[in-house]
């Protein structure tokens, strides 16, 4: 029925849809009134406060899924940026999101939404990140960006899980924290049969680690938490180095390599001295999707020994979206199932 249009009173969402290497971001470019705030954190924080219920209208079912991420572009908060960004999930407003940069960039510079050009300075909750787009014609190749600095804050601790026993883990940070544990360790397979096994362990890895230490940004309060668990291995198809299957929020599992999960490993490789500076590391995902990355510098800082890495990958523009709600819609906020 091309000629319907919603009743006025209804909400209506314009969105953008996509994906990096595999893990979906729906870019939301109309329906939303400015956030204020005046930093990123500042928007964060009203997004938390005001628009939690938009949020998982936006995520979950009906409109979305269990495993849906999105990404609010907002006005730049810095002089010299180019956009601002707000990330959202099934659990809340995430502090950075690689696959995201990739995916915004490529919406932003086909659909139009920025200039052709050969930087984008994106302000984030995080911090600075700066892509660098390949273009051919119209079509975005692939992105890399520069990520804020990633730091180790430990190598081989150990926490009692439940079900597991002793598990090994190293906590570090690439733009959100995470507790990385070698799969086989505790007898899992980085595949996608054993997806609700993964999802099982990372949950209760997480658990385990937030109630035993503080997880703490050396900068800011708001970073100060464990994301997610990512399960490491060796790579399955030929020309990767590694498997990375991050899960993530509430039971989240990126299908991408997780652009923030291969910066923080890009940094544990450095600090185990498995890592040239400057030479690549190719991290598959659980459905054999790869991100490149690699230390471009390296830095003292905050008290840790960081990196500043760069992580590059490809995302595809999936379809356009108008998402309605209507105010007597009994499931207004959506629901989840997991």
């Known amino acids: 029925m091309p000629s319907w249009?919603?009743?006025?009173?209804?909400?209506?969402?314009?969105?953008?849809?996509?994906?990096?290497?595999?893990?979906?971001?729906?870019?939301?470019?109309?329906?939303?009134d400015p956030i204020p705030g005046g930093t990123i954190l500042e928007k964060r924080r009203f997004a938390q406060e005001r628009l939690d219920g938009l949020r998982r209208g936006l995520m979950f079912e009906p409109r979305g899924h269990a495993d849906m991420y999105g990404a609010i572009p907002t006005v730049p908060v810095t002089p010299d940026g180019d956009l601002g960004v707000l990330f959202l999930h099934n659990e809340g407003w995430s502090t950075m999101c690689g696959h995201g940069v990739i995916a915004l960039v490529t919406v932003a510079l086909e659909a139009g939404l920025l200039p052709a050009k050969r930087e984008v300075r994106l302000d984030t909750p995080a911090g600075r990140v700066t892509a660098r787009p390949r273009q051919e014609?119209?079509?975005?190749?692939?992105?890399a960006f520069e990520n804020v600095p990633s730091f180790v804050v430990s190598l081989d601790d150990a926490v009692a899980v439940s079900g597991f026993g002793e598990v090994r883990y190293d906590l570090a940070f690439g733009g959100a924290f995470y507790a990385f544990v070698d799969a086989a360790s505790i007898g899992l397979a980085l595949t996608p049969e054993r997806f609700r096994d993964l999802i099982a362990a990372g949950g209760a890895i997480k658990r385990a680690v937030q109630a035993t230490r503080d997880v703490r940004h050396p900068r800011e309060p708001d970073l100060s938490f464990l994301y997610g668990t990512i399960f490491t291995g060796p790579a399955m198809t030929v020309g990767a180095d590694s498997r990375n299957v991050c899960v993530f929020a509430e039971g989240e599992v990126d299908r991408s390599p997780t652009g923030t999960g291969v910066s923080?490993?890009?940094?544990?490789e450095r600090a185990r001295g498995r890592l040239a500076a400057g030479a690549p590391f190719v991290v598959e995902s659980i459905i054999g999707t790869r991100f490149a990355g690699?230390?471009?510098r390296e830095l003292r800082w905050e008290g840790y020994d960081a990196v500043v890495p760069e992580v590059e990958g490809s995302a595809w523009i999936t379809g356009r979206t108008e998402l309605y709600f209507a105010p007597d819609d009994p499931l207004l906020d959506g629901f989840i199932l997991r």
């Open 5 to 32: 249009r919603p009743p006025a009173s209804w909400r209506r969402i314009g969105a953008i849809e996509s994906h990096a290497a595999g893990e979906p971001l729906r870019v939301i470019v109309e329906g939303l």
């Open 137 to 143: 014609g119209p079509r975005v190749r692939s992105v």
């Open 264 to 268: 923080a490993r890009v940094a544990i």
């Open 294 to 296: 690699r230390s471009v």
